[in-house]
């Protein structure tokens, strides 16, 4: 599987290396939002600051008449900084607390046949920047990679518009080296697993009445198999998978902006529930292309 995983993202790197004249777009913001209260306000509300920065960029390049390389980077990282009372009633800051870490990051290999669909193959890496233990932080932990092959279409690819769907047959492999095992030492745990994979993206840019810039991914992923399926208590790992994620970026005066950031995600393995995050505030946003 290792092997597999390295050979594609070789071959995709390399590909991309040799080519020139890319289409280059990025996005990135850094949004804040505050609350604050007097010491004579009454009642049990504490003051609050969140910051999120968040940056999503792509690089897309035909390369031949039947072979085009798109490759997609997005960075998250926020923390919320909260405000308590002691026993003694009087206000102290805790230390800050991690909201957002995110690093994916995606090179696709698009087959263009202009057919009513086109074939694909795609390596994704998912990891965070900081994974924080009871005992230590681990940089980089855990590892996610996934690969998959199928089919793709763009219902529009323009511009300011963009709409593509894709499905396909995926593997993932997660390294987590912060485990620990039977004997008590921390270990690399490694899990692999295959299903399939329905992937929905959709950009917009609008420049009337303020500039905005929109941006949504859909991911849905069904398991089929899972290397330790007989070592599990329970067969949560064969629910689906989903994360949607939304950008919402609109420029109010030179860099400053108003950024709405919306994610819904529903993993049976870690939780029985849907989980979503909300963040809405002012911040700066700059189009680095």
Do not use: C
């Amino acid at each position: 599987m290792k092997a597999r995983i390295l050979t594609l993202a070789l071959l995709i790197i390399a590909i991309s290396l040799a080519a020139e004249g890319w289409k280059l777009d990025s996005n990135a913001t850094v949004t804040l939002s505050q609350n604050a209260y007097s010491d004579s306000w009454q009642g049990k509300e504490n003051s609050n600051i969140t910051w999120v920065a968040n940056s999503t960029s792509t690089a897309e390049k035909q390369i031949t008449g039947w072979l085009q390389n798109k490759n997609t980077l997005k960075l998250a990282f926020g923390q919320t900084h909260n405000q308590r009372r002691n026993s003694q009633n009087e206000k102290y800051w805790e230390h800050a607390e991690k909201s957002t870490d995110k690093i994916d990051f995606e090179a696709m290999l698009r087959f263009t046949t202009h057919g009513w669909v086109d074939p694909f193959i795609a390596q994704r890496i998912e990891s965070q920047f900081l994974d924080q233990k009871a005992d230590e932080t681990l940089v980089f932990n855990p590892l996610l990679f996934t690969e998959t092959a199928g089919i793709i279409r763009s219902f529009f690819n323009e511009e300011h518009r963009e709409l593509s769907l894709r499905l396909g047959a995926a593997f993932r492999e997660k390294l987590d080296r912060g485990v620990i095992g039977a004997s008590g030492d921390k270990e690399t745990a490694t899990t692999v697993d295959g299903g399939l994979e329905l992937v929905s993206e959709y950009k917009r840019k609008l420049q009337i009445p303020l500039s905005m810039d929109f941006r949504s991914r859909m991911q849905v992923y069904q398991a089929l198999f899972n290397s330790k399926e007989d070592e599990l208590p329970n067969d949560d790992w064969k629910s689906p998978d989903l994360v949607w994620e939304n950008t919402l970026s609109t420029k109010l005066w030179g860099a400053l902006s108003a950024n709405l950031i919306f994610e819904l995600r529903y993993d049976k393995e870690e939780i029985h529930e849907v989980q979503w995050k909300e963040i809405l505030g002012l911040g700066l946003s700059y189009s680095l292309f």
